[in-house]
C-alpha cells in the first residue's frame, strides 16, 4: 500500500506543496482526505486557500465554531475534531488519508493527546505528519508502521531556503526597531507570549513615526470600506493606519485577515503579535524579534524549548523576496536601562552612579549565551501525551455494538507509552469507569448469549453527549437559579464554573500567588 511520510523540513521548503499533492491524489481517487492544524486560524486560512485551488464544492471545514460543507471530499478541522471522530467511529471513520500539519504539537501538555488518536484510531488511513522541527521521531514512525501495516517514510532537512542571521541587542527596544528598519530589515515581527503584551506594545509603539507619508496613503487607499464596528474596531484601524500591526487568537479573523493583507502587500514595517506566528500564520516578514526567551506555561515561567524558538525563528527571511532572514533578541529590560544609566555616568551626563534596577519577583534571566544555546540546540524529542478521561471513555462507550472498554483497554496498549505508564493508565480508567457507573451514566449487563457482561450507555443520553468535567451537568442545572440582577452576578457564575472544574488552574495559580504577596509583604 502507500506509504505514510513523516515531513520534517524548514519553513519555506514547500511541505504545504506535498500536503496539496495528497489531497489531490485522494480525491482524483474519489478518496475522503482531511486537513489538520492546532488553531483554528490556521485552520480556516488553510480552508479558503483549498477551496481556491479545488473549488468551493469540494472543501469543507470544521472548528467548533463553525461547519461549512461538511461532506465535501476535502476536510479541514482542529485536531481534536479528528480525533473526536476517529474515537466514535472508530475503523469505520471515513477517512482516506490525513494531513496532520505542524505535527510537533504532538508534545503539548495540554493538547498533545488529540495528534496521538488519529494515529492509534484509524489503522487504515494514509498520514502524512509535517512539521519544521520533529526532532527524532523514528518511535512514533515504527508505532505507525506496526499499527497499519504499512511503511512509513521519513524525509528530514536542516538546509533553509532563505538562511538566517543571529544578533543580540542590548539597546532599547525603540532604538533596535529603528536600526532595523533603517538598515532595510522590515517587515518586522515583534513576538509576545500573552495577547494584553502584544496589544499594549503595538498602543506603545504609535508614539513613534515608523511610517512614511506615501506609505500612510497607500494604507488609507486599502482599508478602503474596511468595517471597523466593534469596541476594539477603532484601536485596530488606528494603528494600522499608523503601519503597525496587531496579530493574535484573540482578534476577530477580520482584522486579522486585514493585517496578513496589509503585510503582504509591504505597507506594514512593524507587527506585534504572539508566538501563534510559529504555527504557519501566512504573514511574510524579514525579521523575528523576541522581546524575552521567558515563557510562562500555565504553570510556571521558564525559558523557551529549543522547538519553540526554533519555530518561531523560522518564520524569518521571506522566499523568493529576501536573500537572507534576521532573527534578533532583545537583552531584558532591566540590564538594558542598567547599562544605559551606566554609559551616562561614564561619559558625565549625570554626576550620581546610578542604583541598579532589578527585575520583578519571579522574573526568569536570560542572555547572550541562553540565545546563542537555543540556535545550536536541536529540538527535543517529542514525548507523547496520552491520557484517560471521562470524556474519552464515554466517547468510546457510546459506539453502537460491542465493548467499549474493551476498545479503551486496546487504545491504551497500542498507546505510544511506557509499559508502567499504560499500567497506570488502565488502573485510572478503573478508576473512572466506577465513577462512571455509581453515577448511573454506563450500565453492565450479562449479554444475552451469556458470554460475560456488556457495557452500555443508557438509551436516553443523547448520542453525543460529552463529559470534559465530572459534575458539567450541575453547572447547566445551576446558571439558570441564579439571579441575574445581582450585583455579583458575575461572581457567582465564575464560582459556579469554577465549582465545577477538576482543577481550575488559573484560580488556583491566582490565589496562590495571592497568599505568596501577602506573606512576602509580612516577612518584609
Not at 519544521?132 to 532537512?157: C, E, F, P, Q, Y
Not at 523576496?321 to 554609559?343: L, T
Request: charged fraction near 25%; charge should be positive.
Amino acid at each position: 500500500g502507500k506509504k505514510h511520510v513523516v515531513l520534517s523540513t524548514p519553513t519555506g521548503s514547500g511541505k504545504s506543496l506535498v500536503a496539496l499533492g495528497l489531497h489531490f491524489q485522494a480525491m482524483s481517487e474519489g478518496k475522503v482526505s482531511v486537513y489538520t492544524a492546532p488553531i483554528k486560524a490556521l485552520v480556516s486560512e488553510k480552508f479558503f486557500a483549498l477551496r481556491k485551488d479545488f473549488g468551493a464544492a469540494y472543501v469543507g471545514m470544521m472548528t467548533g465554531d463553525a461547519t461549512i460543507n461538511r461532506d465535501a471530499p476535502i476536510l479541514c478541522c482542529t485536531a481534536e475534531i479528528l480525533a473526536n471522530m476517529a474515537l466514535s467511529e472508530g475503523e469505520r471513520t471515513r477517512v482516506d488519508a490525513v494531513v496532520m500539519d505542524e505535527f510537533h504539537y504532538y508534545a503539548d501538555k495540554e493538547r498533545g493527546m488529540a495528534w496521538q488518536v488519529p494515529l492509534l484510531a484509524l489503522p487504515h488511513t494514509q498520514f502524512l505528519l509535517m512539521s519544521a522541527t520533529l526532532g527524532d521521531v523514528s518511535g512514533i514512525a515504527d508505532a505507525l508502521a506496526r499499527r497499519s501495516g504499512r511503511a512509513v517514510a521519513s524525509v528530514t532537512s536542516v538546509e533553509r531556503p532563505v538562511p538566517l542571521d543571529f544578533e543580540y541587542r542590548e539597546t532599547p527596544l525603540t532604538e533596535t526597531l529603528e536600526a532595523l528598519i533603517a538598515t532595510g530589515r522590515a517587515p518586522i515581527y515583534l513576538v509576545h507570549f500573552t495577547q494584553r503584551e502584544a496589544a499594549e506594545q503595538a498602543q506603545a509603539l504609535t508614539s513613534i513615526n515608523f511610517t512614511p507619508k506615501e506609505v500612510k496613503e497607500r494604507i488609507q487607499v486599502a482599508l478602503h470600506g474596511a468595517r471597523f464596528d466593534t469596541p476594539f474596531g477603532k484601536e485596530v484601524n488606528k494603528l494600522l493606519r499608523h503601519g503597525i500591526g496587531l496579530h493574535h487568537a484573540g482578534l476577530l479573523p477580520r482584522y486579522r485577515l486585514l493585517v496578513e493583507q496589509l503585510a503582504q502587500q509591504g505597507l506594514l514595517k512593524v507587527i506585534c503579535g504572539t508566538d501563534t506566528l510559529g504555527v504557519g500564520v501566512n504573514i511574510p516578514i524579514r525579521t523575528v524579534l523576541f522581546t524575552k526567551l521567558a515563557k510562562y506555561d500555565g504553570e510556571t515561567t521558564g525559558i523557551l524549548s529549543a522547538r519553540d524558538f526554533k519555530q518561531i525563528a523560522g518564520r524569518a527571511g521571506r522566499k523568493g523576496f529576501d536573500d537572507r532572514g534576521s532573527v534578533v533578541c532583545q537583552a531584558p529590560e532591566h540590564i538594558i536601562d542598567n547599562k544605559r544609566a551606566e554609559a551616562r555616568f561614564t561619559t558625565g551626563e549625570t554626576k550620581k552612579r546610578p542604583v541598579k534596577k532589578q527585575p520583578e519577583t519571579g522574573f526568569v534571566g536570560w542572555d547572550q549565551n541562553t540565545f546563542q544555546r537555543l540556535i545550536d540546540k536541536p529540538p527535543e524529542p517529542l514525548a507523547s501525551r496520552f491520557s484517560i478521561t471521562h470524556g474519552l471513555m464515554m466517547t468510546l462507550l457510546q459506539r453502537e455494538a460491542g465493548d467499549g472498554y474493551a476498545r479503551l483497554v486496546d487504545l491504551v496498549a497500542r498507546s505510544h507509552e511506557s509499559e508502567t505508564h499504560k499500567r497506570r493508565h488502565l488502573q485510572r480508567a478503573r478508576v473512572l469507569f466506577r465513577a462512571l457507573r455509581e453515577a448511573g451514566l454506563i450500565l453492565v449487563e450479562p449479554r444475552p448469549d451469556g458470554s460475560g457482561a456488556l457495557v452500555r450507555v443508557p438509551g436516553d443520553l443523547q448520542n453525543d453527549f460529552s463529559l470534559h468535567q465530572a459534575h458539567s451537568l450541575y453547572l447547566v442545572e445551576t446558571l439558570f437559579l441564579i439571579d441575574t440582577e445581582r450585583e455579583t452576578y458575575p461572581l457567582d457564575v465564575a464560582s459556579v464554573v469554577e465549582s465545577v472544574l477538576e482543577n481550575p488552574k488559573q484560580i488556583l495559580q491566582k490565589q496562590q500567588d495571592q497568599a505568596r504577596q501577602a506573606l512576602y509583604h509580612q516577612l518584609k
